[in-house]
T-cell receptor
């Protein structure tokens, strides 16, 4: 099983709202990732968690706050977003970030900020 | 730094036509190479991968061979179907990049009946 699940599938929020995106995998992977993808563009890496610790933050604004409560779960907390943050947010996981093993992606959460 | 260059699209083909999407890369060392596919409204799915020179990845009729001498990983399929219409991303990953995938810009493929 190579499934990464994400909820919700769609999310509409105002600029003053607080919401969270959730990602889950049960493959025993120890690396988890958040990506942002704008239309007709490749995904852009936001955060990397390795063994439940934040390893990489690609200079993401603080209105995005990641959290890894355990090795299977990854959250992305959203607060005071801007309309330009509207995008598809993809979660991925892999065995170990220090190797070149495959990253498996979830279906994404399509976010619209009004 | 690492980079991936894909042929510019979009690519439009008739059903049963032969498909080639070119991908070349720049990286030091020995990266792993991937093709991901993204169907409309969905996330990325791994299509195939190769981890060392001369490896051939294959899946669902698609193939790509890791050519270190030409730094290429071109995607091919002998006979495309309408259901192959999607965006295709070539990507590389180095062990020292701490998980970072470097993507090409993506190629939009449309297959007409």
């Amino acid at each position: 099983d190579t499934e990464v699940t994400q909820t919700p599938k769609h999310l509409v929020m105002g600029m003053t709202n607080k919401k969270s995106l959730k990602c889950e995998q049960h493959m025993g992977h120890r690396a988890m990732y958040w990506y942002k993808q704008k239309a007709k563009k490749p995904p852009e890496l936001m955060f990397v968690y390795s063994y439940e610790k934040l390893s990489i933050n690609e200079s993401v604004p603080s209105r995005f706050s990641p959290e890894c409560p355990n090795s299977s779960l990854l959250n992305l907390h959203l607060h005071a977003l801007q309309p330009e943050d509207s995008a598809l947010y993809l979660c991925a996981s892999s065995q170990d970030p220090r190797t070149t093993e495959t990253q498996y992606f979830g279906p994404g959460t399509r976010l619209l900020v009004l | 730094g690492n980079s991936v260059t894909q042929m510019e699209g979009p690519v439009t083909l008739s059903e049963e036509a032969f498909l080639t999407i070119n991908c070349t890369y720049t990286a030091t060392g020995y990266p792993s190479l991937f093709w991901y596919v993204q169907y409309p409204g969905e996330g990325l799915q791994l299509l195939l991968k190769a981890t060392k020179a001369d490896d051939k990845g294959s899946n669902k009729g698609f193939e790509a061979t890791y050519r270190k001498e030409t730094t290429s990983f071109h995607l091919e399929k002998g006979s495309v179907q309408v259901s192959d219409s999607a965006v295709y991303f070539c990507a590389l990953r180095r062990g020292t990049s701490y998980g970072k995938l470097t993507f090409g810009q993506g190629t939009i493929l449309t297959v007409h009946p």
